[in-house]
C-alpha cells in the first residue's frame, strides 16, 4: 500500500513563529487532506488539496502531485493551534480511503 | 462542510459486553462511510467501509465478527463492538463524504474503554 511519511514528527513553537510541516506520499493520489485533530479527538478539516495551493487564514497549504508532497504552512502561530496535524491520501483505485501519516505535534508556547 | 455526528462521545462497558456506535451525516445522504481506530499517540487506521444496503468491506486483520457494521440507511452506520476485551478499548470515529472527489468529514469520535 501508499506510505505516507510526515515531517518532523514534534515541533514546539514559540507563539507568533512560522512552521512548515512536510506530507511525502509513495503514490499517485486522487485526494489530499490536511487535518487539525484537537485535545478532545475531533478531526477538524483544514485543506482538500490534492494540487495546487489553497490559503485559509493564517495556514495555507501546497501540494505538487507529480513530486508526491504536500506542505503545510502555519504563520504566525499562536497557542490554538497546538494539536497533531495529520496529511490523509486517497490511493488510486481506493475510493474514499484514506491512507493517514504518523501526525505532527504541534506545541505552541506562549 | 459536511456535518457527520457520532454517538456516543465516550463509553465505558464491562468486559464481554457490546457496545454500539452511531455515525449519523446530518446534511447530506452517504451511501458510504468508514469507521478508524486510533490508539493512544497513534495514527488513524482505516478498520472497514461501510456500504448502505450491502455487507460492509473489511481492512485486512480486522475481525468482522467482532466489528459488526450495519448501515442500513443513507444517513447511519452502527459500529457494533461484540463481546468487548479490553483490548478493544481504542478512539473510533467514523468519516463519510457526500460526493466522488470530494473531501471526507469526520465524526467527534467514541472513547471506549472496556473494563
Known amino acids: 500500500g501508499i506510505q505516507v511519511e510526515q515531517s518532523p514528527p514534534d515541533l514546539i513553537l514559540q507563539e507568533g513563529a512560522n512552521s512548515t510541516l512536510r506530507c511525502n506520499f509513495s503514490d499517485s493520489v486522487n485526494n489530499l487532506q490536511w487535518f487539525h485533530q484537537n485535545p478532545w479527538g475531533q478531526l477538524i478539516n483544514l485543506f482538500y488539496?490534492?494540487?495546487g495551493t489553497k490559503q485559509n487564514g493564517r495556514l495555507s497549504a501546497t501540494t505538487v502531485a507529480t513530486e508526491r508532497y504536500s506542505l503545510l504552512y502555519i504563520s504566525s502561530s499562536q497557542t490554538t493551534d497546538s494539536g497533531v496535524y495529520f496529511c490523509a491520501v486517497e490511493q488510486i483505485d481506493s475510493w474514499g480511503k484514506l491512507q493517514f501519516g504518523a501526525g505532527t505535534q504541534v506545541v505552541v508556547t506562549p | 462542510g459536511a456535518v457527520v455526528s457520532q454517538h456516543p462521545s465516550r463509553v465505558i462497558c464491562k468486559s464481554g459486553t457490546s457496545v454500539k456506535i452511531e455515525c449519523r451525516s446530518l446534511?447530506?445522504?452517504?451511501?458510504?462511510m468508514f469507521w478508524y481506530r486510533q490508539f493512544p499517540k497513534q495514527s488513524l487506521m482505516l478498520m472497514a467501509t461501510s456500504n448502505e444496503g450491502s455487507k460492509a468491506t473489511y481492512e485486512q486483520g480486522v475481525e468482522k465478527d467482532k466489528f459488526l457494521i450495519n448501515h442500513a440507511s443513507l444517513t447511519l452506520s452502527t459500529l457494533t463492538v461484540t463481546s468487548a476485551h479490553p483490548e478493544d478499548s481504542s478512539f473510533y470515529i467514523c468519516?463519510?463524504?457526500?460526493?466522488?472527489?470530494?473531501?471526507?468529514?469526520f465524526g467527534q469520535g467514541t472513547r471506549l474503554t472496556v473494563v
Open positions: 488539496i490534492p494540487s
Open positions: 468519516s463519510a463524504r457526500d460526493g466522488r472527489g470530494t473531501e471526507a468529514f
Open positions: 446534511d447530506f445522504q452517504a451511501t458510504t
